[in-house]
């Protein structure tokens, strides 16, 4: 199994009053899926999907990816993962300003084992989210659907395993959330794991598979036929 | 390497890309680099000019000041107090009694101003007695300055500056002219002088025009012009240096002899040599350049506060910036390192930029008081380049790296929210 939550728990302090974001969370998510974890705001979905993309610790409970017990990883262990298993898609795009796109999209590549080709391997990934003509803009040139293609283009340049998006088109008009939502699709059908967090259930609707959380809890999980399936084409 | 060459190149695009910022944090190493360079060669370029100037003057000489004082501080005299427990006797006494005395010259000094023709000039006057050239370092430009028996016999001549000749005889012809003397003290209206000598120009010692004076006998300058009776200033050379103390203590117990004094607190006079001048303006340039260095520290101080300002601004931008690197896989060295690359090439470039500044107003200071006609030298004190340096450097590399290792240490979802 790639992902595998056991009663996971996270606990927010803040000026001695402890709020339970996560109440014991049981998850399981196998090489491949779809996923979509929706639910209001406050319910915890995305403090749920930073945990799972080793942004955020828990704090109790087992994590084990791949097999590996999250606990015994160290720092640099940690970083490895984010650089070449996962790649995070945020709602607010999270681009270098004053930087260009290439070089938004080279930036997990510094971090990487890669020692070569960053730029190519760069433009290959703009190339599949279709901004080949974008290369040179800076981040603060382009529109909105376009940064966040960046961003899919920067999550996917280090060809990690899974795919996190919070809130992909949370910032989108309905045209260029459409477009995300197909890259999206279309990553998923190359094999790769998505894992998405939404409000929208029009959005969650494009994955195979929804997990709806409440108040910290797993209330629903329930896979969506494909006949059931938003798709963007 | 190729990744530590590629990080390198990413650091100084992102340095680039930030310009307004980089711009700013080079700008407060630049202010407190050059600042320091620049104080600090001032201080020590005046006190080389103020200690040049009294040996200028000339060797193996004392000094006699009327009225009592301590020998480490500034004579009475240069308070404007005038007292008259010096008189003419006491000049005769001292030569017949201290053998170690080869030439003696007495000096009282005033406003005056000269006339020739239709040209007047205000200026001020020394007299004294045909010894002077032979005590200081005296270069006549045009005839001579006046002999022992001119002076004695109270002759009516005069020796020009080089500025008042200039300024009363535009065309030369200055030898042998009759120039008259007007003073406020004066009664009965101006003096005339044969014009005998024109001194070359000498510039500014001690802050004073040397060349923006006259020379006139002793007697005449004490009764006609000033009307007075005592002496402001004796200087004695002493035949050798190794005398100048006996000389001094001879001269103290001849003069307490002569004034009836019994007790060394009664006295009514001070003695000073040339090491004892250099001692007082040593003391007071050094608290000159205390004062400086003090100031110095200031610019520091302000170079650091903007560096530490700017570095602090930018904290949550920079903070959320970390997230993100975290995000896409930097390890917390990774971090540091580029912080840290990217602070110490700031602050290099900042202290290089400083330092050639710096380097170079207090050289265009040099100049220009060269312009001016003060023998100024031109130093630059290494220890106030590494001091500066190494303080603005530090300052950019502590307020630049250590937001960020703290930032580094956040897990990535922290720093990214960081606001």
Known sequence: MLIELKNITKDYVNEEVVTNVLRGIDLTVADGEFLAIMGPSGSGKSTLMHIIGFLDRPTAGEYLFSGHDSRYFNDDELASIRNNSVGFVFQSFNLLPRTTVLDNVVLPLLYSKEKKNHEVKAKKALEAVGLSDRLYYFSNQISGGQKQRVAIARALVCNPKIIFADEPTGNLDSKSGATVMEILDKLNQEGRTIILVTHDLNVAHHARRIVTIRDGEIISDEKIPETKRIRSW | ?419
């Open chain 2, 1 to 419: 390497m190729n990744n530590l060459i590629a990080n390198i190149k990413i650091s100084i695009k992102d340095l680039l890309a930030r310009s307004g910022r980089s711009f700013l944090t080079i700008l407060g190493i630049v202010i407190g680099v050059a600042g320091v360079i620049i104080i600090i060669s001032l201080g020590a370029g005046a006190q080389t000019l103020v200690l040049g100037q009294i040996t200028k003057l000339g060797t193996n000489l004392i000094g006699i000041l009327p009225g009592k004082s301590n020998e480490n501080g500034p004579p009475a005299a240069v308070f404007g107090v005038q007292i008259k427990t010096l008189i003419p006797e006491d000049v005769e006494v001292i030569r017949r009694n201290v053998p170690e005395i080869t030439e003696m010259a007495p000096f009282v000094r005033g406003n005056v101003t000269v006339i020739y023709g239709k040209e007047n000039v205000d200026t001020s006057f020394t007299a004294t007695e045909g010894s002077y050239p032979r005590i200081q370092t005296v270069e006549m430009i045009k005839g001579v300055f006046f002999s022992d028996e001119e002076a004695k016999a109270g002759t009516n001549v005069i020796v020009l500056g080089y500025d008042v000749a200039e300024q009363l005889f535009p065309n030369g012809g200055e030898i042998g002219a009759l120039v008259k003397i007007k003073s406020s003290n004066a009664e009965g209206g101006a003096i005339p002088f044969r014009v005998i000598g024109v001194q070359k120009k000498l510039g500014n010692i001690f802050f004073e025009n040397q060349d923006d004076q006259v020379f006139i006998p002793f007697t005449i300058g004490q009764k006609q012009i000033l009307g007075i009776d005592y002496i402001q200033f004796i200087r004695a050379k002493v035949n050798h240096a190794d005398n100048i103390k006996l000389a001094m203590a001879e001269i103290k117990q001849v003069l307490r002899n002569q004034h009836g004094l019994k007790n060394t607190v009664d006295d009514d006079f001070s003695v000073r040599d040339l090491a004892d001048a250099i001692k007082i303006l040593t003391n007071i340039t050094d608290v000159l350049r205390i004062f400086l260095a003090l100031m110095a520290g200031i610019s520091l101080i302000v170079g650091g506060i903007g560096i530490m300002n700017i570095m602090l601004v930018t904290v949550s931008e920079r903070t959320r910036e970390i997230g993100l690197r975290k995000a896409v896989g930097a390890t917390n060295h990774q971090i540091r390192n580029k912080f840290l690359f990217e602070a110490v090439v700031l602050t290099s470039v900042g202290g290089i930029i400083g330092i050639i500044i710096g380097v170079f107003i207090s050289y265009l200071i040099s100049v220009g008081a060269h312009l001016a006609g003060y023998d100024w030298k031109f130093i630059i004190s290494p220890i106030a380049i590494i001091l500066a340096v190494g303080v603005s450097v530090l300052t950019g590399i502590i307020f630049g790296l250590y937001p960020a290792i703290r930032a580094s240490k956040l897990d990535p979802i922290n720093a990214l929210r960081y606001e």
